[in-house]
């Protein structure tokens, strides 16, 4: 395909214009039930054609009347982008020292060195501690066209896990967080975001620098009910293997 203007290929870059996606190096079932929460990444940058596999998915998400209200804010070398990255990064210690304080993540099970808990905190730390150097930091918004209503994070978030996933397709991983709050008037000054914009989450992303696992939920009968509230159809079983967690809604039985 002939060059075209603004789209220069090069051996290094090359058109991407021309360019299928890359194929996924896991299936859809297997990558959902795989696509946990990625906070620590290797320093190896994520090229042009997966931000672009990523962003595809993510924008190819539904939305209330297909309206497409969502945008997404690519941040990842630039001079702009690195103040980005720490101001989210200044939001992430703020936030976090008040979750660890209220949570009492240094307190109770929290100091047992090997407990889930401090574990916790050790991974939230150090997300904390490094998140400016995320490869990949991407602020997922809704462009408001009328007063906020109760149900329209429903128009972007299912767009942010679009990337989650499209990024697990790809062996890259990556984790939501609402981390800006405390920065979120300097970042759109910095970044030139409008007033009527739902700056909706913060989503970093990067070649993970652990695996990937299973994630952990509650039992599948637990969580889905037939025709009556509380009571799970014969065929809600979890999958051999499925790994569960102690976390989530009460039990009945608790
Ligand atoms: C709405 C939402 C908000 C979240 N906020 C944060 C956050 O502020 N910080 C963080 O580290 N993770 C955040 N997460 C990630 C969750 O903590 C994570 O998905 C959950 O603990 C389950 O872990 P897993 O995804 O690895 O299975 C958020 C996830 C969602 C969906």
Request: hydrophobic letters at 40%; charged letters at 20%; one cysteine or more.
């Amino acid at each position: 395909m002939a060059d075209q203007p603004g789209s220069p290929t090069t051996d290094d870059a090359p058109d991407l214009a021309a360019a299928a996606l890359p194929a996924d190096v896991v299936g859809l079932l297997e990558g959902i039930a795989t696509t946990r929460a990625i906070r620590r990444y290797t320093d190896e940058p994520v090229p042009d054609a997966a931000l672009r596999a990523i962003l595809f998915a993510a924008t190819r998400a539904p939305s209330g009347s297909n309206r497409q209200p969502f945008r997404f804010v690519v941040l990842r070398d630039g001079e702009k982008a690195a103040q980005a990255k720490h101001l989210v990064a200044e939001g992430a210690r703020r936030v976090w020292a008040g979750k660890r304080s209220t949570d009492g993540y240094d307190r109770g099970t929290g100091t047992v060195d090997d407990s889930p808990k401090a574990r916790m905190a050790r991974t939230m730390q150090h997300y904390v501690d490094h998140v400016a150097e995320a490869p990949v930091l991407i602020l997922p918004c809704l462009v408001r066209y009328r007063e906020p209503t109760p149900s329209e994070g429903a128009s972007v978030y299912p767009a942010c896990q679009n990337v989650l996933l499209a990024a697990r397709a790809l062996g890259y991983g990556g984790v939501l967080t609402g981390m800006h709050f405390f920065v979120e008037d300097e970042l759109r000054a910095l970044l030139g975001i409008p007033p009527e914009v739902f700056v909706a989450a913060t989503i970093t992303l990067g070649r993970p620098a652990g695996g990937h696992g299973p994630v952990r939920r509650r039992p599948l009968g637990e969580l889905v009910f037939g025709d009556t509230w509380g009571e799970a159809p014969a065929w809600a079983v979890d999958p051999p293997g499925t790994q569960h967690t102690a976390a989530g809604p009460p039990r009945q039985d608790s």
